[in-house]
């Protein structure tokens, strides 16, 4: 049920069947159009069948993300159906080292000259202390129209114990750095380092 007479922000998740379906379920009941990338097809179709009561709806884009070609294609169709992506949330793990780019790429050339705040979720390596300059983060802050944002997900202590986030914990960090527009952001902590999980 998107809303006559004004066109809807276009948001783009990849990764987004798993941990970040709530993600994409907050921004449609915001009244977005959310085209989700996710290789599931049954977790795609059940994260659409759970926006129909939205304001927006989530268009489910089954494909692999490793496969350049058939994510290039896929960016660029949706921004042909559905108007320029305003936010793209990206959990792209290291099996797909050139995705991430891929992805920043095709939306800042195919955008129609609009800008998009990109939330690169990364994970907890990230922030080691051993980590060497992101090469990924300077490639991609310098794609035309692309917002570059950093979002490392850590972990939490309590109890003298440490663990890794839950989906609901990362869900609502990255949906608090959608709406305070972040440049960077820790979910949980990161340091000491040693007290990873």
Partial sequence: ??????????TL???GSGMLSEVALHCAREGQIVTVIARGIPALQALADAAVDCRGRILPLALDYRDGQALVAGIRNAIAEHGPILNAVCWIHSTA???????????????????????DVLGSAAASPAARGDKRRQLIAQIT???????????????????WLTHREIAGG?????????????????EPWRLRP
């Fill in 1 to 10: 049920m998107l809303e006559t007479g004004k066109p809807a922000k276009h």
């Fill in 13 to 15: 998740i990849v990764g």
């Fill in 97 to 119: 080292p050139d995705a991430p780019l891929q992805v920043a790429a095709s939306i800042g050339k195919w955008n129609q000259g609009q800008s998009c705040r990109y939330f």
């Fill in 145 to 163: 129209n692309i917002l570059y944002r950093s979002i490392v997900l850590g972990f939490v202590r309590e109890k003298g114990f440490s663990r």
């Fill in 174 to 190: 990255l949906i608090g750095a959608l709406k305070d527009d972040r440049t960077e952001m820790i979910i949980g902590q990161v």
